[in-house]
């Protein structure tokens, strides 16, 4: 059975017709989805509330997103080739760029949510195996950032080739550690429980609309992981806020953490939750890595440096939660969901492979 299949009407009719990787819901109606293809070039296309026709639509169509036909524009210009990277609708867009003074990513965002800040705020430091990519500017009419381009192998793509290693878990246990190093620059926006919780609330009020027959146990879980975020002790530090294996760049000039749109000040487990949750999903999904291994050294490491001891099982099973609630509307494997919210009972109480979070 497709995983299309599980999904409301009129959307499962409609998904029916095409292979799709991805589906949202649409500001102002309808859903998005986007094809699964590699070479469908972000196209994204359009379905109407009670309707069964698909409608393609491109970046040059978002009205939202009303820097990206000034920004390609003003490439071109200069004699540069701009590729689509990445597109997600009345967001952002990521192109990248190719000039005669070398490769650069240029993001357009919707809105500027202090992207400068964020992007500045691990800033330089003493010689690391771990940084940022270079910021080189920030345009403020078409909200436009542009960075260095960044050459590397993601892990991600390590763990999709059968190459993950136990040795992972250290490499990000020291890129934690990294971050606790940096400067906190007091002009970045925090991210606590009271954020956390509104995020869960809405994913689970879309997983409900989306999927024909939501699992009952979503809503007690949010309810559960809710009341368990609110109790937490409160502390700050700075955080990459969506870190996971895509973000992390490995070469041998030095490793790269990349895409900083969510830097923030944030618990101490944020980041170690995050990157936990999604090794388990990588294997869920598949992967052929050792992810108890990977996991139990980074949650020793955060456990003894970054005083989680508190909070690590409650953002772990967040995360996990927040997973399954946006999985709902992704192309996945049967059981997937399910998986995922054992996990996050799991977690929360360390129980079973859990019991590292301790």
Known sequence: MSWTDTLAEPLSTAAGHGEWQLINEARGGGWLLLPAEPDSGNRWHHLAEDSLELRPISPFDDSRLKGFTPTVAHFLARGDSVDLLAWRVGKRAVLRIRGDDGDRIAKVYRKDRQILDRWSAFGAGSPSDWRTPRVYGWHVRTRCLTVEYCRGESLNKRWLGGLGLAEDGDRIAGLLAWIATRPLPESLPEHGPEDEIPTLQRRLETF????RMPPSRARKLVETVSAALL???S?????????HDKQILLHPDGNRLIDLDLASFGPPALDPANILAHVHLRWLKGADLPWEEIAGRIAVAALRD???RETLPVWTASTLLRLALI???RRRESGLLEQLMDATEAALHTRGYWSFLR
């Open 208 to 211: 409900e609309r989306t999927l």
């Open 231 to 233: 109790s937490t002790p």
């Open 235 to 243: 502390a700050r530090v700075l955080c990459h806020r969506d870190l």
């Open 306 to 308: 970054r005083g989680a």
């Open 327 to 329: 999985y709902s509307r």
